[in-house]
């Protein structure tokens, strides 16, 4: 049973910066974490594939969001910067073994991590 946890969420001002962090993979080949506000769908954020480190990000939070990885301690981070109110949501790891941003094609998810701007 893979397990996805997933740390690092919280309050923050508008402006503000917050790190998420995922511990586990499952021995996933693409990590992605993805959003969700309430009454709104799920949203991909961003991805990165473990072995050759590509990634892609949605347009929303291209610019001031960096996922990275380390594959020896099995974790993958969001740097959050320059944060906005609209980033407002509860944050999602997962893990799969297609390269995609749609979250249906993910195997593995964690259990959520709130993170609330405030303006």
């Known amino acids: 049973q893979v397990q996805l946890v997933e740390s690092g969420g919280g309050l923050v001002q508008a402006g503000g910066s917050l790190r998420l962090s995922c511990a586990g993979s499952?021995?996933?080949?693409?990590m992605g974490w993805f959003r969700q506000a309430p009454g709104k769908e799920r949203e991909f954020v961003a991805r990165?594939?473990?072995?050759?480190?590509?990634?892609r990000y949605a347009d929303s939070v291209k610019g001031r969001f960096t996922i990275s990885k380390d594959n020896a301690k099995n974790t993958v981070d969001l740097q959050m910067n320059s944060l906005k109110p609209e980033d407002t949501a509860v944050y999602y790891c997962?893990?799969?073994?297609?390269?995609?941003?749609?979250?249906?094609?993910?195997?593995?998810w964690g259990q959520g991590t709130q993170v609330t701007v405030s303006s």
């Open positions: 499952g021995g996933s080949y693409v």
């Open positions: 990165i594939v473990r072995t050759s480190s590509s990634t």
């Open positions: 997962a893990a799969g073994f297609i390269i995609t941003t749609m979250a249906s094609e993910y195997d593995y």
